[in-house]
């Protein structure tokens, strides 16, 4: 046989090579369709980018630390998840305008959650405490909790008339529910007896 295996330096430079690559992650349209939002470390950091409908892509943010994920608004406003201090104290901000979301807890881990048709965020915190993560909500500048209990509480999806929230409550990592939070009213929409996990729900409304 004429072949041989690469010797381990080649192997070695190969790895190397690869790691090297830039990479594009949780790519998202713009609501109206024409401009894409996606995650990359093309710059060195993980950091927002668009793509505009020429082909032409702009960087959005040159934040300090790493962006995890990154969500539109309904006006085309832009939210995004990132780490601030390296340790994943997850912080949330916006583009256009720049805003920290939520500045006033560093300490405090932030999941980005849902945005609701009139602009409002929803997401998920510990600021309260450090083994349990509440639901918040921010609009026109302010933040108040919607909902508070044990666990990991993650929301998902507002409802068509923004009146409603779907969330999932993570009582452990193989025992989960959903539920619909509206006003104080707070629904379980999956009772069950036995340990159960929910993944990718989705809401279908009239």
Same mark, same amino acid.
């Given at each position: 046989?004429?072949?041989?295996? &690469? ?5 070695? $430079? ?27 470390? @093309?710059?060195? =950091?993980? /950091? ?25 608004? &309904? ?21 256009? &305008?720049?805003? @920290?979301?939520?500045?006033? #807890? ?13 602009g409002r965020l929803a997401f998920g915190s510990n600021r309260g405490h450090?083994?349990? #993560?509440?639901? *918040?909500?921010? !609009?026109?500048?302010?933040? $108040? ?24 409550? @993570? =009582? ?9 939070? $509206?006003?104080?009213?707070? /629904? ?9 996990? *929910? ?6 409304? !009239?």
């Amino acid at each position: 046989c004429s072949c041989s295996a &690469p010797s381990a330096r080649g192997g070695d $430079r190969l790895l190397v090579d690869m790691l090297a690559l830039p990479s594009w992650q949780r790519p998202r349209w713009a609501p109206d369709g024409n401009s894409l939002l996606y995650i990359s470390n @093309e710059s060195g =950091r993980k /950091q927002v980018h668009l793509r505009s409908p020429d082909g032409s892509s702009r960087q959005l943010t040159a934040v300090r630390g790493q962006v995890k994920q990154a969500m539109w608004g &309904p006006d085309g406003r832009i939210f995004y998840e990132w780490d601030a201090q390296g340790r994943e104290r997850m912080q949330i901000s916006s583009v256009a &305008p720049a805003l @920290e979301l939520t500045a006033d #807890f560093p300490d405090a881990i932030h999941e980005l959650g849902a945005v609701a048709r009139d602009g409002r965020l929803a997401f998920g915190s510990n600021r309260g405490h450090p083994a349990d #993560f509440d639901l *918040y909500e921010f !609009d026109a500048g302010k933040t $108040r909790r919607l909902c508070q209990g044990r666990g990991r509480n993650v929301p998902l999806r507002y409802t068509s008339d923004g009146k409603g929230l779907l969330y999932l409550h @993570e =009582r452990n990592a193989v025992d989960t529910e959903l539920h619909l939070l $509206r006003g104080k009213a707070d /629904q379980l929409l999956t009772p069950h007896d036995q340990p159960a996990v *929910y993944l990718s729900p989705r809401l279908e409304e !009239d």
